[in-house]
Nanobody, 125 residues
Framework: VQLQASGGGLVQAGGSLRLACVAS????????VGWFRQASGKSREFVAT????????DYADSVKGRFTISRDSAKNTVYLQMNGLKPEDTAIYYC???????????????????WGQGTLVTVSS
C-alpha cells in the first residue's frame, strides 16, 4: 500500500486543520493506521491511531480531546482532525499503516510497515 499525507499548513493558535492520509494499492480498512509527528530537533512521537476494521482508536495524552482520527472507507482515507492547535503541535505529521500489528503495539512506530511522506503543520502563537 502507498500512503499520501496532505492537509498541513500554517495556522494560528486555537485554529484547526484536517490532515488526510490517502491509501492506494490496497483496501485501507484492513490496516491499522496511525499518525505520528516529529518536531524540529525531537524524536518522532505517536499522536493517534485507528485500529483496523473500524476498531479501537487511541490518542497521545497531549492531543486527547483536541484531535480526532476517523476513516472514510469509500475514499480509502484516514483523517486527523486537529482542533485547538497549540504552538507545541508544530511538527511534520506522518501517517503510517500496518496490517499485522496487534492492539497492544498500536503506539509503536516499529510496528508500522508503511509510511507516508509527511505534511508540515505550523502553529503560530
Amino acid at each position: 500500500v502507498q500512503l499520501q499525507a496532505s492537509g498541513g499548513g500554517l495556522v494560528q493558535a486555537g485554529g484547526s486543520l484536517r490532515l488526510a492520509c490517502v491509501a492506494s494499492g490496497d483496501t485501507f480498512n484492513t490496516y491499522t493506521v496511525g499518525w505520528f509527528r516529529q518536531a524540529s530537533g525531537k524524536s518522532r512521537e505517536f499522536v493517534a491511531t485507528s485500529f483496523r476494521r473500524g476498531g479501537t482508536t487511541d490518542y497521545a495524552d497531549s492531543v486527547k480531546g483536541r484531535f480526532t482520527i476517523s476513516r472514510d472507507s469509500a475514499k480509502n482515507t484516514v483523517y486527523l482532525q486537529m482542533n485547538g492547535l497549540k504552538p507545541e503541535d508544530t511538527a511534520i505529521y506522518y501517517c503510517a499503516a500496518s496490517r499485522t500489528l496487534i492492539l497492544s503495539s498500536r503506539r509503536a512506530q516499529s510496528q508500522y510497515n508503511y509510511w507516508g511522506q509527511g505534511t508540515l503543520v505550523t502553529v503560530s502563537s
